[in-house]
Structures are given as C-alpha cells and as structure tokens.
C-alpha cells in the first residue's frame, strides 16, 4: 500500500512569506498529526486532525496552522516565517495505535 | 506532564556486539510506547510499539525492546549489531494512547565494523 505522502520535500522561503505543506495519509487513515523537528527542540508536536477537525494542539503560535480535507488529506500553513521556523516538518498518518510518517519537508528560512 | 527521557546523546558498539538503548517515561495512566529510526533526511520509520500484554516486544530488523512498569523504562535491544543499525532512534510515548506522540531526544547510534 501507498505510504504517507509529504509535498514539497525541500522549501526555501525568505523571512515575512507565508508557506503551505501538504499531507495525504495512507488510505483509510482518518488522523493526520504534524510534527515539527529542529536540532535544538528535538520532535515537537504541532497539532492533530481527525474527520476534519483539529482534536489536538501542540504550544506553538498562532502563525502555525492546519487543516484537514474530505479526503483526510492534511495541510498546514506558517504565516509571517521566522528564521526559527527551518526545520523538517513530518507529518503521521494513523489508525488506532500504528502511526506512520511520511518523509518530511525540509523548510529553510532564508 | 508526560515526558520520555533518553539519557543518551550517543551509544557506541562494535559491530557483533549486543546494543541497548535506554528510555525512560513519565505518564500517568497506562502509556502507549513505541520505538522509531531516522536515517539522514528521511522521516521517522517504525520499529516496535508496546501498547499491553507481554512485556517483551519484537519488532522490525531484529530489535526488541523490554517494558518495565516499576522502573518506568522501555529499553531497546538487539542481540548482534550491524554497521546498517548506525540511525538515530527515538523512543515515544502517547499518553492518549490515539491523539499524540511524545518524543525523547534521541539517541544517536553509532556501530563501528
């Protein structure tokens, strides 16, 4: 089966831009969870979606922000980017207990 | 709070040799708690999970890993390293058991030939 898709693998954006990374979990999954990963704060936990709603919300500002589609496809979305913000964005698919994480964005802040 | 602790930054073995990794957990309730591997610029792939029952739990390339409630511990082990085994491993914990994982630091492994 399809595993979990993230788009665009590497992202460059200058200070001030918004940006916009994509999930599609692997199908049938319902719950789509986003972590954030730098060297200094190791996995952080942003928010989670399931059915199109957000259950969970991890301590980050409000310039971070999701969604989740009819089709469980997820995005989230970093208004007014900081330098702070390049990290490797993951995102996990899951049904039950099995989580499963596709290969990340790569956003660097320029 | 819920936390995991890896107290680790980096353990190294020779290849052959047995190789643990230690994680300890905080969290009230019965916790879910799961093992995952990153290689470099790539997501976060699994390896094993406890989530009730035996307290010994196989997983993926021959590791397993050792629940202990009274220690709070979750340890990862492998009989016989390999240079491929070289990653960073991270241990988790869903207090949810569904919503959310939290994750320790991270233990870099390195297994020399």
């Known amino acids: 089966k399809a595993g979990v898709t993230q788009t665009p693998r590497y992202l460059i954006k200058t200070r001030g831009q918004q940006v916009t990374l994509s999930c599609s979990p692997i199908s049938g999954h319902r719950s789509v969870s986003w972590y954030q990963q730098t060297p200094g704060q190791g996995l952080q936990f942003l928010f989670e979606?399931?059915?199109?709603?957000?259950?969970n919300k991890g301590n980050f500002p409000g310039r971070f922000s999701g969604r989740q589609f009819s089709n469980s496809r997820s995005e989230m979305n970093v208004s007014t980017l900081e330098l702070g913000d390049s990290a490797l964005y993951l995102c996990a698919s899951s049904a039950g207990t099995d989580y499963t994480f596709g290969s990340g964005t790569r956003l660097t802040v320029v | 709070a819920q936390s995991v602790a890896q107290p680790e930054d980096q353990v190294n073995v020779a290849e052959g040799n047995p190789l643990t990794v230690k994680c300890t957990y905080s969290v009230s309730g019965n916790p879910y708690l799961f093992w995952y591997v990153q290689y470099p610029n790539r997501g976060l792939q699994f390896l094993l999970k406890?989530?009730?029952?035996?307290?010994l739990v196989k997983g993926s390339y021959g590791f397993e890993a050792e629940f202990n409630k009274s220690q709070t511990s979750f340890h990862l082990k492998k009989p016989s390293a390999l240079v491929s085994d070289s990653a960073l491993y991270f241990c988790?914990?869903?207090?949810?058991?569904?919503?959310?994982?939290?994750f320790g630091t991270g233990t870099r492994l390195l297994v020399s030939p």
């Open positions: 979606y399931f059915s199109e709603t957000q259950r």
């Open positions: 988790a914990v869903s207090p949810t058991g569904f919503q959310k994982l939290v």
């Open positions: 406890y989530i009730t029952g035996d307290n």
